[in-house]
Structures are given as C-alpha cells and as structure tokens.
C-alpha cells in the first residue's frame, strides 16, 4: 500500500489557503509494513526495527509489520509504538518528486503533499503560502526533505560498497520458530563480514558502512520482542514482496515552486 493517497505538487497559486497540521494520529501508516530509511537514522531505527535491504535497488527499509495492511507499531488508537518514528513518517504528508530536467541537465524536484491527508486542512492548520511565497514553515519542511534527499543518496552509496564486498545475502526471517511471509529483502552475512581483509574492513570503517552492517545485525534481535514479533504470533495474510514498495530516485535534485 502507498502511503501517498492523493499527492499533488504544491503549487502557489492552487494551494494559496492550504494548511498543514502536525498533531494529528498516525493512522495513516497503519496499514504500512515497511518504511524506507536514510543512513543517518539506521543506528536508532535498528533499537526498535528488523531493518533488511532490498535486492533490487540500494535501499534500506524497517519492517513495521508482517501482515499486509497491518503496521504493527501503529496502535488502534492511531499512536506509535516504537521510541523512534522513521524519518518517512515524520515528513509525511510530505515528499519529493522528479518532475523531469533543469536546463542544466540535472532532475527538477517539487514538494509534494499528499491532499488525503488528515494533517491537511484539519482545524488550528499553519499557512504553507503567503502572497504567493513559501512561508517559514514551509521552507522548514524544504530543508527537512533536502536533508533526507541526500542522506538517501549517502545510504545508496552506503549499501553499493556492502555489495561490492558481498556482504548481502538474501535470507528468510523467522520469530519464535515461525518463518515471516516476507520477501524482497537482504541481511548482512556476518560470516561473510568476519572473513573480510583488515583493509576492506578500515575501508568500510571510513565511509561509515560498516556501522550500517552492524545496525542491521544488532537488529535482528527486535524479532524477538518487538511489535512485529507479537504480531507473528497471530498470523495473517502475508505482506507484499518488498521490491514492489518503492520506487528509487536520483541523485541531482533542486525544488521548484513556480509551476
């Protein structure tokens, strides 16, 4: 499932009154089960997440549930279960998107909003324009979603030296005996990663990939007590193969706001 219902490009003029309000619930990741991460947030994520890679692209998710439609770290009540919440949901109803070249060659991206959003035009909303400018907020946001552009690339950059090196496998999970109706996904190889030569690994050292490799070990053991672990123990329907979740991006990108 999509989180993105309804996402349109903001535009100034035909958003000049649309608002945005921060404190509603997270229902509307309740049916997500996996959400893509950046590098910088990975270590944190790993505390409460089975983060996994894909095999189709350089790319990191956290599994958020394993029945499809069914996040298991968002409760009925439409809070949040974990300590840490993935800077996807934090940013949504928020993204970017390529909408085609600069004169320069490079990808044009915009801000997008997802207009099925219950943080849209609900009660007490801030302005995201005036006379026809971003407002404060908005530019806020901007550089929210540039930071996670390029700490998106960082992770791509991140996880294609992991392969290089052969250190991802892909590898079925299970909890408490029982195998996950997951599939799409890679795991580090730690016997894979404990041959690797001293200078592979002060090369992975440098760049930061191996911290990446470690997060991602150290977070099997939320399959053991996590909200997704407790979800196994009921099973449903299984999710998605997760190559299908996402699609990739590029790596030269500016915003444009005058549509």
Known sequence: MSLYQAPEALDPAKHAALTY????????ASEEVAVPLVASEITTAARDYVVVFDTAKPAAYALLGIERGHNAYVTPQGQWRGRYRPATIRAYPFTIKAMGETPEGKTRY??????????????GGYLLFEEGKPT???????????????????????????????????????????????????????????????????????????MLAYAQILSMANLQ???????????????????ELFDGGDDDFSFDFDS
């Not at 929210?144 to 079925?172: F, P, Y």
């Open 21 to 28: 309000q921060p404190d509603v619930s997270f229902r509307f």
């Open 110 to 123: 915009a801000m997008v909003v997802d207009m099925a959003s219950e943080h849209v035009n609900a009660p």
């Open 136 to 210: 404060a907020l908005l530019e806020k946001i901007k550089g929210i979603l540039t930071n996670l552009e390029k700490d998106r690339i960082r992770l791509t950059r991140l996880v294609g030296q992991l392969e290089q090196h052969g250190l991802l496998v892909a590898r079925s999970l299970e909890v408490k005996s029982r195998k996950l109706g997951v599939s799409g996904f890679r795991v580090v190889d730690s016997e894979a990663l404990a041959a690797l030569s001293p200078e592979a690994l002060a090369e992975l050292r440098d760049s930061g990939a191996l």
């Open 225 to 243: 007590d996590s909200p997704v672990a407790t979800a196994a123990a009921d099973p449903g329907e299984a999710p998605e193969n997760l190559d």
